[in-house]
Every structure is written in C-alpha cells, then in structure tokens.
C-alpha cells in the first residue's frame, strides 16, 4: 500500500526566506506526483504536476523535484511571503497496480511571518 | 477561470439523520472524484466517476453512503444514517481526463455531526 510522509509537519519562517518541504512514499511504481496549497477552511489548488519521467518542474517562485528511485520530492519556495502560509499538500498518483489513485500527504503547515 | 461548484458549504445535523452534498464540475470534465478530508489529515478517494460509471468506489462506507452522477455531470453524495465518526470535510474534484491530468477541488462541504 502506497503510503505518503511529509516533513515537517509545521514550519515557521520569517518573510524573504527560501524554504523546502519534504515529501516521501514508499513506493516507487507511480504515474506522477503533484503539490497543492489548502487555505484554512477550503479546497485545495494544485501548484505542480511532475509526471514521473521528469525531475523538476517550475513555476514562479516554485520549484518542485522528484526523485522517483528513491521515493522522495521537494518543494522549494523561493522568497517566501505571508501570503505564502498556507497547508502544502503533496499526493502521488500510483500506477494501475493501485487503481491509478491519488494517495495524499498529511500536509505541511507553513507560517511566514512578516 | 472555471470552478467545481460545490453546496451547501457548512452542515449540522444529528446523529442518524440524512445528509447530502451536491458538486458540480468544471464543464467538460469527464472525471469526477469525491474525497474526504479529517482535520490533520490529507484528503482521501471515496468515490471516483467516469462520466455517469462509478470506476473506484473501493473506501466508500457502502452500508451508509451512496453516490450518483445520472447524467454524467453533476454529482451527489449521500449519507445515511450519518455517525459522529462522519464529521469531516467533504471535497470534490474533477479533471479532463483520469490519469494524466491535474485534478481542480471545489471548495468543500464542512459537515459537523451532533
């Protein structure tokens, strides 16, 4: 059964830092990989979508990386800003062996102070 | 932009009433997903629909919840009796196409159970 991990679980950082969050899964048999941003109380909105024959997509400030052999991927967010906190989702689409599901992160609370 | 449009937002009820949630996808979205999300937690595949076929319904409480999606647009969500254990957010996606594409949430149904 995939099973995915993120860390940490919470994060606080002042504005202009760079960060990463973590994600891991333990298997490796997966169509792709996607990060999302949930505001408190709402949906989720998708940020990247690595397919995985790639290694990293971009976009703005954004950069994701997959590693897939080894089961790990980062979300690098550069500059932070407050508008920025929010809970970051990581969820991996596994392959037709799993249905072709997409199995969901707990999540990384992040908080950017200004 | 296009939304998936989901009602009511918020819902109370008792113990063993009858709830339902309604969603409406991004106009020519094939793929309708419901998911749900407990607080602290990532969000996890209740049901999934091609068009009007239920093609994953393996996590859903079939004693208790239904699904329908006649006419291969909007969706409902039922359950009956509703259970403390049920409290949770209530989300529902889409995408254009099962697999390859990225899935856009709506905003969520809160269900709180008395």
């Known amino acids: 059964k995939q099973e995915v991990t993120q860390i940490p679980a919470a994060l606080s950082v002042p504005e202009g830092e760079n960060l990463v969050l973590n994600c891991s899964f333990t298997d490796s048999a997966i169509y ?23 290694r990293e997509q971009t976009s703005g400030r954004l950069n994701a990386s997959l590693d897939k052999s080894s089961g790990r991927s980062t979300l690098y967010i550069a500059a932070s800003q407050p508008g920025d906190s929010a809970t970051y989702l990581c969820a991996v689409r596994g392959s037709a062996e799993y249905g072709n599901k997409l199995v969901f992160g707990a999540g990384t609370i992040l908080r950017v102070k200004s | ?111 709180t159970v008395l």
């Open chain 2, 1 to 111: 932009e296009a939304e998936v449009a989901q009602s009511p937002r918020y819902k109370i009820t008792e113990k063993s009433q009858a709830v339902a949630f309604w969603c409406d996808p991004i106009s020519g979205h094939a793929t309708l997903y419901w998911y749900r999300q407990i607080l602290g937690q990532g969000p996890e595949l209740l049901v999934q629909f091609q068009d009007e076929s239920v093609v994953d319904d393996s996590q859903l409480p079939k004693d208790r919840f239904s699904a329908e999606r006649l006419k291969g647009v909007d969706s409902t969500l039922k359950i009956q009796p509703a259970e403390l254990g049920d409290s949770a957010m209530y989300l529902c996606a889409s995408s254009l196409a099962w697999v390859t594409d990225t899935q856009y949430f709506g905003p969520g149904t809160r269900l």
């Open chain 1, 32 to 54: 792709n990989l996607q990060w999302f941003r949930q505001d408190p109380g709402k949906g989720l909105t998708s940020l990247l979508l690595i397919q995985s024959s790639q």
